[in-house]
């Protein structure tokens, strides 16, 4: 099994930065592919970025692309982090970090195999 539990989150105004991180513990994760997900509430769970095991390789959502970025640190506790800048109104939402074994990058919410908890990021006007 896999845990993983994310931190981070808060209140801030727009064109503010936040970051979040995600650390796994049981099973290693070094091999396992990571990414983010969000739900904002009434929607959807929507990608936000993905990352190959390795951190070679990147994938973001276009509404995200260029403002957040995707990052991991296998040797500290197979930690993955969104760095978020320029947040607007309309990223609002609970941010999740999921791990898959499914090799490369993976954009389908249903290929993962272990979520966290959620973290709240509210941006205000």
């Known amino acids: 099994q896999v845990q993983l539990v994310e931190v981070g989150g808060g209140l801030v105004q727009a064109g503010a930065s936040l970051r979040l991180s995600c650390a796994a513990s049981?099973?290693?994760?070094?091999?396992?592919?990571m990414g983010w997900f969000r739900q904002a509430p009434g929607k959807e769970r929507e990608f936000v970025a993905a990352i190959k095991w390795s951190g070679d390789s990147t994938l973001y959502s276009d509404s995200v692309k260029g403002r957040f970025t995707i990052s991991r640190d296998n040797a500290v506790q197979n930690t993955v982090y969104l760095q978020m800048n320029s947040l607007k109104p309309e990223d609002t939402a609970v941010y999740y970090c999921?791990?898959?074994?499914?090799?490369?990058?993976?954009?389908?919410?249903?290929?993962?195999?272990?979520w966290g908890q959620g973290t709240q990021v509210t941006v205000s006007s």
């Open positions: 999921a791990a898959t074994v499914a090799y490369g990058l993976v954009m389908k919410g249903y290929e993962y195999d272990y």
């Open positions: 049981g099973r290693t994760v070094g091999r396992y592919a």
